[in-house]
Nanobody, 117 residues
Framework: QVQLVESGGGLVQPGGSLRLSCAAS????????MGWYRQAPGKQRELVAA?????????ADSVQGRFTISRENAKNTVYVYLQMNSLKPEDTAVYYC?????????WGKGTLVTVSS
């Protein structure tokens, strides 16, 4: 089992920045990749950004150039960060941390990001 805990959401004005954090604990040794997804009201959950064990990254077209995903390995925890710059109202959503462990997906409870003036 993998436990994921997100933090860092909140209210920000358009053009502002936020940094989301996700801490993965438990059976982290077989995690292949981690990522961030988001789900806006009335919409399907979508991939925002992902990062593999080797550091390869993948971004949704809508956030390319504005968001940066990074990963830090500690002794018993893996941390994944999402630096979000130049935020737009359409970035408003609940953001979920995801871990792919040997083909099984694990999810955090989500953190709300609201971009509004």
């Amino acid at each position: 089992q993998v436990q994921l805990v997100e933090s860092g959401g909140g209210l920000v004005q358009p053009g502002g920045s936020l940094r989301l954090s996700c801490a993965a604990s438990g059976s982290i040794f077989a995690i292949n990749a981690m990522g961030w997804y988001r789900q806006a009201p009335g919409k399907q959950r979508e991939l925002v950004a992902a990062i593999t064990n080797g550091g390869r990254t993948n971004y949704a077209d809508s956030v390319q150039g504005r968001f940066t995903i990074s990963r830090e390995n500690a002794k018993n925890t893996v941390y994944v960060y999402l630096q979000m710059n130049s935020l737009k109202p359409e970035d408003t959503a609940v953001y979920y941390c995801n871990a792919d462990r040997s083909g099984v997906d694990y999810w955090g409870k989500g953190t709300l990001v609201t971009v509004s003036s």
